[in-house]
């Protein structure tokens, strides 16, 4: 979504341009997360973030530590919610958001923090009735929602591995809700294990491992090769 430039200077739409370490004097890094190869690249060299980013990678790589201190840096709740949510259940966060900076763009202030582990909190802070639905449909309706997402509501929308509870016909829809959602003026970062969602049309992708993190293409992706050699296993059999 950049919009060009002026005088050298550019003007970006996106709600966030740019995700870098607070140069302010600050009480040393803990270990953690500080210990996690990506995060520690996050911290020392920043992130720019495009209109869609996706990071992926297996467990324990920060995926899920990243995008919580990036949504907590912009505004949001570390349980979900959007930038004015304030519930809260147990203090488990880790300190990321308190050494990050958020470089804005000329976009929306608004954002929405979707984390798959906290979804039952949210359902009850909410209270629509998001209960009485399966965990695919509440995370459907939700996104549906025209009164939080869509053109009418553009802004930062971050995910954290959004597939749990989902079929791979509603993780493809939510692949075409989130592109929906790009085109209307929003941006989407997401970190996700789904070979599904990681090859959303457009997506900056990001493989964290225990190098740190670094740009790949979606047909190289560990979770892609691997579910790749499995289909081709199971056919065989």
């Known amino acids: 979504m950049p919009l060009g430039s002026v005088r050298g200077v550019e003007i970006n739409s996106r709600p966030v341009r740019r995700v870098e370490a607070i140069t302010e004097e600050l009480p040393p890094p803990r270990d953690w997360p500080f210990n996690i190869p990506a995060v ?13 980013t996706v990071l992926v990678g297996e467990n324990g790589a920060g995926k899920s530590t990243l995008v919580e201190g990036i949504a907590m840096a912009y505004g949001m709740n570390a349980e979900g919610g959007s930038t004015g949510a304030m519930h809260r259940t147990a203090e488990s966060e ?3 958001h308190e050494y990050l900076h958020i470089v804005r763009g000329l976009g929306p202030k608004w954002g929405y923090f979707i984390r798959g582990e906290t979804l039952h909190g949210l359902w009850t802070y909410l209270g629509e009735g998001l209960h009485h639905m399966s965990h695919g449909q509440s995370i459907i309706a939700l996104l549906t929602d025209p009164y939080r ?3 009418k509501h553009p802004g930062f929308i971050v995910l954290d591995e959004p597939e749990s509870g989902l079929s791979y016909t509603s993780q493809l829809a939510v692949c075409e809700l989130l592109t929906e959602f790009v085109a209307s003026g929003s941006q989407v970062l997401m970190a996700t294990h789904s070979p ?6 457009g ?4 493989q964290l491992d225990d190098d740190g993190m670094s740009r790949a293409e979606w047909k190289d992706l560990d979770v892609v090769r691997l579910h790749r050699r499995f289909l081709e296993w199971r056919a065989m059999r």
């Open 196 to 201: 599904v969602l990681a090859g959303i049309e």
């Open 40 to 52: 520690r690249q996050l911290h020392a060299s920043g992130l720019n973030l495009g209109d869609l």
């Open 203 to 206: 997506a900056d992708i990001w």
């Open 94 to 96: 880790s300190p990321l």
């Open 149 to 151: 997402f869509g053109p």
